[in-house]
């Protein structure tokens, strides 16, 4: 077996363990920049995924530690499909996808990695996108560097409003 040396993952596998809810953390944090966060709503926060699917992946969670869509209120969830319509605009102009993905995974047996805190997955898709690495190798390369990503939507979401 082929190994390819990933040493980010580790914190994700550490952080996986820790008490607690890393998007409220995220939330009560005042440090944006450091934690990716791109836009903040009256009801929900815009960040990058810190352990992407594919280059210029994103989610949208409300504010309100819930773990189902029903447990939000109607404009909770306006401003989830608002931000998200706003950063697929500002993804078409900086990272010029083919495609999106969006997504919910509500509860584990869904596939939640995160079951007690409802987010909305914003992943960019290109043709070709899924190639040898991950079928074969089951590896994903992610081209661009997550400051990088967030500097350029965040710039292209500004000019937007």
């Known amino acids: 077996m082929k190994r390819i040396w990933a040493p980010w993952r580790m914190k994700y596998i550490l952080k996986s363990r820790q008490k607690g ?25 815009l960040l990058l995924n810190r352990y992407p699917y594919n280059n210029g992946h994103l989610m949208v969670a409300p504010y309100k530690h819930a773990d189902a869509l029903e447990s939000l ?21 900086c990272l010029k996808p083919d495609g999106f993905n969006l997504g919910l995974n509500i509860g584990a047996a869904a596939g939640a990695g995160l079951k007690d805190h409802l ?31 967030w500097r350029k939507l965040r710039k292209a979401l500004n000019s937007d409003q």
């Open 73 to 93: 209120a109607p404009e909770e969830t306006a401003e989830m499909m608002r931000l998200a319509s706003g950063v697929c605009r500002a993804l078409r102009k």
């Open 21 to 45: 809810c890393f998007l409220c953390d995220i939330i009560k944090a005042s440090r944006d920049q450091r934690n990716f966060v791109l836009q903040r709503g009256q009801f929900c926060i």
């Open 119 to 149: 987010h909305l997955h914003i992943v960019p898709r290109w043709e070709g996108d899924t190639n040898f690495m991950p079928v074969l190798g089951g590896v994903k390369i992610i081209p661009q560097p997550l400051e990088e990503v």
